[in-house]
C-alpha cells in the first residue's frame, strides 16, 4: 500500500547545507532551481547549482524517479559499497513523495571528471588511468559485488601528483553475486562494459589486454579464462547499444559541465 505521507532522509552530514538550501521532498520536484538536463521515461537527472550565504557556489546532483522502488535501489547499491569500503560519491538525501515518485540527491564530486572525459576531451592517455581502474574493478568483485554498469564514464577520477583517487558513481545496480551459476556471467558483463567504454576512445586493444591482466592479477584468476566471454558480451552490447540510442538519443548525453 503506497505510503500517505512524504518521506525526506537527509544525511547528516549535509542537513545543513539542505536547511540552507530550503528543499524538502516537495520542492526536489517543484523547485525551478532545480534544472532536468536529460528526461527520460523512467527518470530525469538534474542539476541544482547555488550560491551559498558564504559566497560559495555549490552544485547537487538530482535523479527524480516516477516509482519509488529506483531510488530505493540506488541508494541499497550505494550502501553496499560503502560497506565494502569501495570509494563511491556520497549520498546527500533521499526519499519518495505520498504519490510514490522518489529521489536520490547526489553531491557534485568537484575536481573529479568521468574516465572518459579525461581521456577523450582533455587528453589524459588511457595508460594513467589503467591500473586504478582495473584494480578497483578488482576490488569490486572481491568484494562479491558487480556493478552492471560498470562503463569508464561511472569511474570518477581525481588527479592528484602521486596517485589517483578513483570513485564509482550509479550505483542503481550495484548487487551482490549471491548466485553461483550466475557469477561468472554477471562479472563478465561488468568486464565487457568497460572494456566496450574504451572502444571509441584512444585506447589500444594491448592496453585494454594490460588491464585485464592486471585485473586478473588482483583477483588470483587467469585472464584467458574470461577473455573469449568478454568478446562475446562487447559484441551483443555493442548491438544493444544501437538499438536503445535509435529510440532515445537522449539517453547518452554528457551532463552539463
Known amino acids: 500500500m503506497p505510503s500517505s ?9 549535509f ?17 525551478p ?52 569500503n569501495i570509494p563511491a560519491a556520497s549520498i546527500v538525501a533521499h526519499g519518495r513523495l505520498a504519490d510514490g515518485r522518489s529521489f536520490v540527491i547526489l553531491p557534485d564530486l568537484t575536481d573529479y ?28 568483485h572481491n568484494a562479491n559485488l558487480h556493478h552492471r554498469d560498470l562503463y569508464l564514464c561511472h569511474f570518477m577520477v581525481k588527479i592528484e601528483p602521486a596517485t589517483l583517487d578513483v570513485r564509482l558513481i550509479d550505483t542503481a545496480r550495484v548487487a551482490r553475486l549471491t548466485n553461483p551459476l550466475m557469477r561468472k556471467r554477471w562479472i563478465v558483463k561488468d568486464l565487457a562494459q568497460f572494456w566496450y567504454s574504451t572502444m571509441k576512445l584512444p585506447a ?29 558480451k562487447v559484441a551483443a552490447i555493442g548491438r544493444h547499444d544501437l538499438r536503445l540510442t535509435r529510440r532515445e538519443p537522449r539517453r547518452n548525453i554528457s551532463i552539463p559541465r
Open 5 to 13: 505521507a512524504d518521506h525526506f532522509y537527509v544525511d547528516p552530514a
Open 204 to 232: 589500444t586493444d594491448e592496453q585494454r589486454e594490460r588491464w585485464l591482466a592486471r585485473y586478473a592479477q588482483r583477483r588470483g584468476i587467469e585472464a584467458k579464462t574470461l577473455r573469449s566471454a568478454i568478446d562475446h
Open 113 to 140: 571528471t568521468p574516465g572518459d572525459v579525461l581521456v577523450e576531451d582533455q587528453g589524459v592517455p588511457f595508460e594513467t588511468l589503467l591500473i586504478a581502474t582495473a584494480d578497483l574493478a578488482a576490488q569490486l
Open 15 to 31: 542537513q545543513p547545507l539542505v536547511r540552507e538550501i530550503g528543499l524538502d521532498a516537495e520542492a526536489v520536484f517543484s523547485d
Open 33 to 84: 532551481r532545480i534544472k532536468p538536463w536529460r528526461v527520460l521515461s523512467d527518470r530525469q537527472n538534474c542539476t541544482l547549482d547555488e550560491t551559498l550565504h558564504d559566497g560559495s557556489t555549490i552544485r547537487l546532483h538530482i535523479k527524480r524517479y516516477p516509482r519509488p522502488e529506483p531510488a530505493a535501489t540506488e541508494v541499497a547499491g550505494y550502501r553496499l559499497l560503502a560497506e565494502n
